[in-house]
């Protein structure tokens, strides 16, 4: 079992910056891919971006030269940098991180940090 602990979320003004990071925990052994989705009010939960243990990232067109996917193998960390922020980022965060474990791989999920965009 892995569990997903977030950070950084909150309240920032229009063209702010915010950092979030995501630590797994547990029988980590495995994670071949973390990043991060998000669902904002009245939507479904969308992916944002993600990164390979062989640090291949991909970005969601919205979210492209604005945020940026990185990671601490180390510390089962994942984080994601997102500047320029604009009320549309409005959401609730979550860390995912996939496992190896056969077909289809584990798939686990923190349970999320609120992003907040207003002036």
């Known amino acids: 079992q892995v569990e997903l602990a977030e950070s950084g979320g909150g309240l920032v003004q229009p063209g702010g910056s915010l950092r979030l990071s995501c630590v797994a925990s547990g029988t980590v052994f495995g994670i071949f891919k973390m990043g991060w989705y998000r669902q904002g009010p009245g939507k479904q939960r969308e992916a944002v971006a993600d990164?390979?243990?062989?640090?291949?990232?991909n970005y969601a067109d919205s979210v492209k030269g604005r945020f940026t996917i990185s990671r601490d193998g180390a510390k089962n960390a994942v984080y994601l940098q997102m500047n320029s922020l604009q009320p549309d980022d409005t959401a609730v965060y979550y860390c995912n991180a996939r496992q190896r474990a056969g077909i289809p791989p584990n798939e686990y999920w923190g349970q999320g940090t609120q992003v907040t965009v207003s002036s």
């Open positions: 990164i390979t243990e062989a640090d291949h990232t």
